[in-house]
């Protein structure tokens, strides 16, 4: 085994699906990504799966992700893993085949770096088995799309040092992931055993006549599907049972687990006429749509959830918030004045890519969306001064006045956007400022905003504490050195 000089770079060995999903998660979050895989279709295969995380990702977040890595494919696992320090294998199940690969693994990648493996269902002591490197290798098992779905199974075993166990849990929360250690491994881990569970039962409930695979997928997606993607199993359980809770809960329908309700023991054969019967039912149900068309719907839906629990911090949306928070350093966004290298030019309040959901049918951002987008930024610079949360609970807070917002050019999903804003005046109770957005140098819209600081003991209106008007004037007096922006005090339907 060689040792190198660490780099933040990934191998991807193996681009399908799943390689694919992880080689998109490391290049947008700002990975080099190196790719092995023998077959000839893997570019552009991968390029495809790109294309589809370029759209999405981006815009799951509220803060703009770093500068996209640098992608490469090699016709060889020793080419490929030169300088990453993290290897995500990614091959066919297939154990005997997997274990080759280590053993070629052993042989060039760095012995600071980390193996994960995507498998499903094997454990990691069965994959360490022989190897000479056991010690790198641990199962990092995701679920697709691997760019949007933050979940990933990290198992390990007694081989495995904590620092090398460290190293994995900083890596994938770095992309933006969530790594549910498990300390024992098990056949197929936790969350496809779940899945198992759910797929047993729908194929006899197909096979014997029940529920089509349509019926099937409406069950879980009006029912129980939205209620655990927010709150899990045992949350909403425990909500089920009311004031006194799952004790109460279990005390109810405990006694039925004892009756015949599943066949989770006993699988269906997998004859030519059920295969053909599910596949039947599959074709009927969605083969109006192509598998892409799928894919860009499943991802709408993902992001559009995940940002719907992100306004809750609840979930995959507060995981979506932490990563949002580590990222704006890099993206230039500060939490206070004491931070702005220099006062006398707009202050950095927003800086994102336009997400999905904030297009109308004209294919722009709506209308909403831009008062939504300015109303953030005026949060930031909230925070800046020191209007923050803390502050807010103790009873002080502005209050929009009035709001004037002109629409200069357009705005599609996807884009990058930033927002500078000035001060224009901040003495006494009032707050005047004045957003500007961009797209590189090109002005989107302006939002001229009036606020008043207002006692939400009393709902009126109040003088800000010193240190808040004190930062707020610093900033007036250092923006008051710049030519007026154009459209300062503009009334509706002024001349441009």
């Not at 549910?180 to 881990?189: G, S």
């Not at 995981?319 to 004045?337: M, R």
């Not at 997400?355 to 294919?363: A, Q, S």
């Amino acid at each position: 085994m060689r040792e190198r000089t660490m780099t933040k770079t990934a191998a991807i060995i193996g681009g399908g699906v799943i390689g694919g999903g992880w080689a998109a998660r490391f290049l947008l979050n700002g990975w080099d990504v190196r790719v092995f895989d023998p077959d000839p279709e893997a570019e552009r295969k991968i390029s495809e799966v790109l294309d589809n995380a370029r759209r999405s990702l981006p815009g799951l977040g509220n803060v703009a992700l770093p500068a996209g890595g640098g992608l490469s494919f090699h016709a060889t696992i020793e080419e490929a893993v030169a300088g990453a320090s993290w290897v995500q294998e990614s091959v066919p199940e297939r154990l005997e085949l997997k274990q080759r690969v280590y053993g070629e693994l052993a042989q060039h990648v760095a012995a600071e770096a980390v193996i994960g493996s995507s498998t499903s269902g094997f454990k990691p002591s069965e994959l360490q088995e022989g190897c000479s490197n056991a010690g790198q290798i641990v199962v990092a098992h995701p679920f697709n799309p691997v760019y949007l779905m933050p979940l990933a199974e990290l198992v390990t075993t007694g081989e495995n040092s904590a620092a090398t166990i460290a190293q994995a849990k900083e890596v994938i929360s770095a992309i933006g992931m969530y790594p549910l250690h498990l300390k024992k491994e098990i056949d197929a881990h936790v969350a496809d055993r779940f899945l198992e569970a759910v797929w047993r039962e729908a194929l006899w409930l197909v096979k014997d006549g029940i529920a089509t695979t349509e019926e099937i997928d409406n069950a879980i997606r009006y029912g129980f599907g939205i209620r655990w993607a927010q709150m899990g199993l045992f949350d909403t359980y425990r909500v089920a049972g009311g004031e006194a809770g799952m004790k109460h809960f279990m005390a109810q329908f405990g006694p039925c687990l004892t009756s015949p309700w599943t066949k989770l023991m006993d699988v269906p054969e997998f004859t030519d006429e059920l295969v053909d019967l599910i596949a039947g039912q599959s074709d009927a149900q969605s083969g109006h749509m192509s598998i892409r068309e799928m894919e860009r719907i499943r991802d709408d839906n993902l992001v559009g959830m995940m940002r719907a629990l992100g306004a809750n911090d609840w979930g995959a949306g507060a995981l979506q918030n932490s990563h949002d928070k580590s990222l704006e350093a890099s993206a230039g966004l500060v939490d206070s004045i004491d931070e702005i290298a220099d006062l006398s030019q707009p202050v950095l309040t927003q800086s994102r890519i336009v997400p999905l959901d904030w297009t109308d049918y004209n294919g722009h951002m709506t209308e909403s969306r831009y008062l939504d987008a300015f109303a953030q930024s005026t949060d930031r610079l909230m925070i800046m001064i020191g209007c923050d949360a803390e502050y807010i609970a103790n009873g002080g807070s502005y209050f929009t006045a009035e709001t004037h917002i002109r629409h200069i050019d357009e705005c599609h999903a996807g884009h990058p956007i930033q927002v500078k804003t000035r001060v224009i005046m901040g003495a006494g109770k009032k707050m005047h400022l004045w957003h500007e957005m961009y797209e590189g140098e090109r002005l989107l819209a302006t939002g001229e905003h009036m606020l008043l600081h207002v006692d939400l003991a009393t709902r009126r209106s109040a003088p800000p504490a010193p240190h808040i008007e004190a930062n707020l004037v610093k900033l007036a007096e250092a923006h008051a050195t710049l030519t007026a922006p154009d459209g300062l005090g503009r009334a509706i339907g002024a001349p441009r």
